[in-house]
């Protein structure tokens, strides 16, 4: 049986955007032809996209960074960049998508073929034919890329499943799930035989289906993370009904009606919610003489309370049937308040939120440095060839239209000093810069 792994943190890296080219005419007749450098092509984007076919989070233990394709650079007579490739991420139904620099649950996926934009690819860029005004007639510099982003990924998953099967450890809970589906859970005689949840398809004769997830035994103090059940209980979260497994011939010494109001207190204390799900209750090991001295105590307590009881046996088969039909007249009966409902329309195209925008600001870091930071400016000097005298100049012209010059002035700026920003350094000087 594969593992299942229900949380994973990854690396998303768009690809940067292609350089634009610096390029001029070569044409017979024209010894002086004006610049026809290209555009560089944007960078790919990378997304998640739910696969119904996956059931785990597995692959993810072996990979977890995962880049798109850069743009490529633009060529002569201005032809424009290939697009970098974009980069698919699968993911299985259930994913909850948080991002770790936002600190925030940004999706939760649900449908199959829904996609979620997760790191936007950097634009290309300009080539030297984007440059040319009538005073810059034969610009000499292009631009580079823009930088893609790159996000910080959780990755959580909660079973999509109909009925969610809680219990003690060794209820039988296992064995249900192996009678009743194609499953194939380890079972075991010993507390934690089932260290991960195990999905079943359970297809009735008329060929409509159920599915249920065989959860972990839950013990007290589950909702605060003792026997791993905060990890459990999440994937309770999203079914529809839960079937109680209940050991009905207490053989280990504990009271299953003990058994039944602790694990129902750890589903309130871990959410409200859970707790006020529909529970059917099977009292299993009905093949044990115990289980059947013990069954009609039982039934009468808790049918009392309201709860449709069963007796089953899932290591015979005994009862077995009539709980699967009631199970799926109370996910299925039309009017019914547990019918399940229709899925509301998905929206199968999401985008992250973008990272929060910085505004400019100024400070000084050292006797001899001053560090310049903000959104805007930052992606205008990742783009700048530092080692062109023309892109130099341009960029210098643009840091004064913008303000960043004035600002630096204001915030005591002086010859000789090393301006930081982003990734590029450069000495600010009050001469003119050259043409």
């Given at each position: 049986?594969?593992?299942?792994?229900?949380?994973?943190?990854?690396?998303?890296?768009?690809?940067?955007?292609?350089?634009?080219?610096?390029?001029?005419?070569?044409?017979?007749?024209?010894?002086?032809?004006?610049?026809?450098?290209g555009d560089g092509g944007d960078g790919g984007n990378v997304y998640l996209e739910v696969k119904d076919d996956m059931r785990t989070l597995?692959?993810?233990?072996?990979?977890?960074?995962?880049?798109?394709?850069?743009?490529?650079?633009?060529?002569?007579?201005?032809?424009?960049?290939?697009?970098?490739?974009?980069?698919?991420?699968?993911?299985?139904?259930?994913?909850?998508?948080?991002?770790?620099?936002?600190?925030?649950?940004?999706?939760?996926?649900?449908?199959?073929?829904?996609?979620?934009?997760?790191?936007?690819?950097?634009?290309?860029?300009?080539?030297?034919?984007?440059?040319?005004?009538?005073?810059?007639?034969?610009?000499?510099?292009?631009?580079?890329?823009?930088?893609?982003?790159?996000?910080?990924?959780?990755?959580?998953?909660?079973?999509?499943?109909?009925?969610?099967?809680?219990?003690?450890?060794?209820?039988?809970?296992?064995?249900?799930?192996?009678?009743?589906?194609?499953?194939?859970?380890?079972?075991?005689?010993?507390?934690?035989?089932?260290?991960?949840?195990?999905?079943?398809?359970?297809?009735?004769?008329?060929?409509?289906?159920?599915?249920?997830?065989?959860?972990?035994?839950?013990?007290?103090?589950?909702?605060?993370?003792?026997?791993?059940?905060?990890?459990?209980?999440?994937?309770?979260?999203?079914?529809?009904?839960?079937?109680?497994?209940?050991?009905?011939?207490?053989?280990?010494?504990?009271?299953?009606?003990?058994?039944?109001?602790?694990?129902?207190?750890?589903?309130?204390?871990?959410?409200?919610?859970?707790?006020?799900?529909?529970?059917?209750?099977?009292?299993?090991?009905?093949?044990?003489?115990?289980?059947?001295?013990?069954?009609?105590?039982?039934?009468?307590?808790?049918?009392?309370?309201?709860?449709?009881?069963?007796?089953?046996?899932?290591?015979?088969?005994?009862?077995?049937?009539?709980?699967?039909?009631?199970?799926?007249?109370?996910?299925?009966?039309?009017?019914?308040?547990?019918?399940?409902?229709?899925?509301?329309?998905?929206?199968?195209?999401?985008?992250?939120?973008?990272?929060?925008?910085?505004?400019?600001?100024?400070?000084?870091?050292?006797?001899?440095?001053?560090?310049?930071?903000?959104?805007?400016?930052?992606?205008?000097?990742?783009?700048?060839?530092?080692?062109?005298?023309?892109?130099?100049?341009?960029?210098?012209?643009?840091l004064e239209e913008q303000g960043v010059m004035k600002a630096l002035r204001e915030a005591g700026v002086e010859e000789g000093d090393t301006?930081?920003?982003?990734?590029?350094?450069f000495i600010y000087t009050t001469q003119p810069p050259r043409k």
């Amino acid at each position: 049986m594969s593992n299942f792994i229900d949380e994973a943190e990854i690396t998303v890296r768009a690809g940067d955007g292609g350089d634009g080219v610096v390029s001029f005419r070569r044409e017979a007749f024209e010894p002086r032809g004006g610049p026809n450098g290209g555009d560089g092509g944007d960078g790919g984007n990378v997304y998640l996209e739910v696969k119904d076919d996956m059931r785990t989070l597995l692959d993810f233990q072996y990979r977890n960074v995962f880049k798109a394709e850069h743009g490529r650079m633009g060529t002569s007579k201005k032809h424009r960049g290939r697009n970098g490739q974009d980069m698919i991420v699968p993911v299985p139904p259930g994913t909850v998508v948080y991002d770790l620099d936002l600190g925030q649950q940004v999706a939760d996926l649900t449908v199959g073929g829904q996609r979620m934009l997760v790191a936007r690819g950097g634009k290309g860029g300009r080539g030297n034919a984007s440059f040319a005004t009538p005073s810059r007639q034969a610009p000499r510099f292009g631009q580079r890329g823009a930088p893609g982003e790159e996000r910080h990924l959780r990755l959580e998953l909660k079973l999509l499943a109909d009925v969610g099967i809680i219990g003690y450890p060794n209820a039988g809970k296992s064995s249900f799930i192996a009678r009743v589906s194609a499953a194939k859970p380890e079972v075991a005689a010993y507390p934690f035989t089932t260290l991960q949840p195990n999905l079943g398809v359970v297809q009735f004769e008329d060929f409509t289906t159920m599915v249920i997830a065989d959860m972990p035994g839950l013990i007290v103090g589950a909702h605060e993370g003792v026997g791993l059940g905060d990890q459990f209980l999440r994937h309770i979260e999203r079914t529809k009904l839960l079937l109680h497994m209940l050991d009905a011939s207490a053989l280990e010494g504990r009271d299953p009606l003990e058994d039944f109001r602790e694990i129902n207190h750890e589903l309130k204390m871990y959410n409200e919610q859970l707790a006020e799900l529909e529970q059917i209750v099977a009292l299993n090991k009905m093949d044990l003489p115990q289980a059947r001295e013990n069954e009609p105590e039982l039934r009468a307590k808790l049918e009392a309370e309201g709860y449709a009881v069963f007796a089953i046996s899932a290591a015979t088969g005994q009862g077995i049937d009539p709980l699967l039909d009631h199970m799926r007249e109370r996910l299925f009966a039309h009017g019914h308040e547990v019918e399940r409902e229709a899925p509301e329309e998905a929206e199968m195209e999401l985008e992250i939120p973008p990272l929060p925008w910085r505004s400019m600001s100024v400070r000084r870091v050292d006797s001899e440095t001053m560090e310049v930071s903000g959104t805007r400016i930052e992606r205008l000097a990742a783009t700048v060839d530092m080692e062109a005298d023309e892109a130099v100049a341009w960029f210098q012209q643009q840091l004064e239209e913008q303000g960043v010059m004035k600002a630096l002035r204001e915030a005591g700026v002086e010859e000789g000093d090393t301006v930081v920003i982003g990734n590029v350094e450069f000495i600010y000087t009050t001469q003119p810069p050259r043409k």
